[in-house]
């Protein structure tokens, strides 16, 4: 190792089913593509130069963001869309695809299938690779007992347990995980917590009005599958309107519409009697999305499971408390008590209750509200890369 706390860097990062350049909330694009982006970027302005690999058309060109950091399409399986979960048939072939290093010092691989390509790359070039989960099929499947993991995610996850020359998590809670439910060497892993961009994510002038009691908007931005939750919240909203006619709270859902068999939240909607009370829009970019979070009295997040939840920490930087679920990493995400509230679990009964309590007391709200601006200060993405940084460093350090 030459360089100091990977300053200087060249660094492959693999993020595979998904490209960071697509617009979250649509298809599997989240929370992940905004971290791999802004972790690119940041480690750039860092000195290191980045390049981001992810599935792509035949001759479809690379894009460069400025920086240092480029985006290089790889075709897997057969030209134009194809689900994650048919990709993880095409993992050779985007590993052969990917050819020769040109002068890689470290891969960072994101996501089970990413992190099978890049076993298979280390091992070719002679490097080390650093893996992100983001997202684990044990913890899925715990928390969601229905959900359909293949059996090779599963598999997979466990081979990057342990051959990974390191191991990210978003917080100590998923360091845990990876240790108890992995096997995973917790010497081996190293807590690095995402980040938010503050210049588009913040107050701004947000006017603070006194509040009406009993009046409150809610906003959930995420992608509508199950696992994020929109469903419960439609089933808490029609209890509080049953429970508490009189009390004027609406949801907005901001997500790519589903018509899927696993949730189709339109047809929810009808059977719940929430027409009237529900407003469907399309995910929206950040300068947009951060508007819609301050004009929300509250943005909530009742997730099945979060390694973090990014909506969490960009919600609370624009001043709007966030009434959330009690997992994985959004106890750290959301300070309880301070920045929002968090809910134990996912019955409808519990967050019709807390909505009740929220849309009762707008001083509270807008006291939350504060103060969860102070908390996400905390959060920067340049912290992100100076610990993503020392992780590749470490790996380097190991050797391959």
């Known amino acids: 190792m ?12 693999l993020c595979l089913h998904t490209s960071p350049l697509d617009q979250p909330g649509i298809g599997d694009a989240g929370g992940m593509n905004v971290y791999v982006r802004q972790l690119a970027h940041s480690l750039a302005q860092r000195g290191s130069s980045v390049d981001i690999y992810t599935r792509g058309e035949p001759g479809q060109p690379s894009v460069t963001l400025g920086g240092g950091v480029r985006v ?9 869309p194809i689900s994650k979960e048919a990709l993880a048939d095409h993992l050779g072939d985007f590993a052969r695809a990917v050819g020769s290093n040109p002068g890689y010092e470290v891969i960072h691989s994101h996501y089970w299938m990413s992190g099978v390509v890049g076993l298979e790359l280390a091992e070719r070039w002679g490097i080390p690779l650093v893996h992100t989960m983001h997202t684990m099929g044990k913890v899925k499947k715990l928390l969601q007992p ?6 090779r995610r599963i598999l997979a996850e466990q081979d990057l347990a342990h051959r990974a020359n390191r191991l990210t998590a978003n917080t100590s809670a998923e360091a845990e995980e990876l240790v108890g439910y992995y096997g995973a060497d917790a010497t081996r892993v190293d807590v690095v917590p995402p980040g938010v961009d503050l210049s588009v994510f913040h107050p701004g002038d947000r006017p603070v009005p006194p509040g009406v009691p009993g009046r409150m908007r809610v906003v959930f931005a995420g992608r509508i599958q199950k696992l994020k939750g929109p469903q419960i919240l439609v089933r808490a909203l029609a209890l509080l309107h049953r429970q508490r006619p009189e009390l004027d709270v609406k949801l907005t859902i901001l997500g790519a519409r589903s018509g899927s068999k696993e949730l189709n939240l339109q047809c929810l909607v009808e059977q719940e009697g929430v027409g009237h009370l529900v407003r469907f829009g399309l995910p929206l970019p950040a300068p947009q999305l951060a508007h819609a979070f301050r004009d929300a009295d509250l943005v909530a997040v009742p997730s099945y499971s979060e390694s973090f939840g990014l909506v969490a920490i960009e919600a609370q930087a624009c001043g709007t408390p966030v009434l959330a679920h009690r997992v994985g990493g959004l106890p750290y995400a959301v300070k309880e008590g301070y920045s929002g509230v968090l809910v134990p679990g996912l019955e409808p009964e519990d967050w019709a209750a807390a909505m009740i309590d929220l849309a009762e007391e707008p001083e509270a709200r807008q006291r939350l509200g504060r103060q969860a601006a102070l908390h996400a200060r905390d959060f920067s993405w340049e912290n992100t890369a100076a610990a993503a940084a020392v992780s590749y460093d470490l790996a380097m350090d190991c050797g391959h």
């Open 2 to 13: 030459t360089t100091e706390q990977g300053k200087g860097s060249r660094i492959a990062m």
């Open 72 to 80: 290089i399409p790889i075709p897997a399986g057969k030209p134009g």
């Open 146 to 151: 229905d959900a359909e993991e293949p059996p």
